[in-house]
């Protein structure tokens, strides 16, 4: 059974930091790209960040370029979003995401998790 289970939001003040850890179990983890996105209250879902199979490489979304860090950790089957100098405007419901192309696109997502960023 395919998982990918995400962790560690909450409420934080703005300026401050929160990990959020995916954790993925029943396919081949260490074969998929991993990314990460986020959905506000009435807006659509944007993808915030992306890692390679091996997080030799990585990308993000300018809003948040410079603040946030994804990695992966292929050993543990578990991807990460470090986000710093977090703002009101990052509060959302994140969302990790496994892509592969193998001929046809698979993809897995994870339930979310919710980040707040108020005083």
């Known amino acids: 059974q395919v998982k990918l289970v995400e962790s560690g939001g909450g409420l934080v003040q703005p300026g401050g930091s929160l990990r959020l850890s995916c954790a993925a179990s029943?396919?081949?983890?260490?074969?998929?790209?991993m990314k990460w996105y986020r959905q506000a209250p009435g807006k659509e879902r944007e993808l915030v960040a992306t890692?390679?199979?091996?997080?030799?490489?990585?990308n993000y979304a300018d809003a948040v370029k410079g603040r946030f860090t994804i990695s992966r950790d292929n050993a543990k089957s578990t991807v990460y979003l470090q986000m710093n100098s977090l703002k009101p405007e990052d509060t959302a419901v994140y969302f990790c995401n496994g892509v592969q192309y193998a001929g046809v696109w698979h993809t897995y997502w994870g339930q979310g998790t919710q980040v707040t960023v108020s005083s």
């Open positions: 029943g396919f081949a983890f260490s074969s998929y790209a």
């Open positions: 890692i390679t199979t091996t997080g030799s490489d990585t």
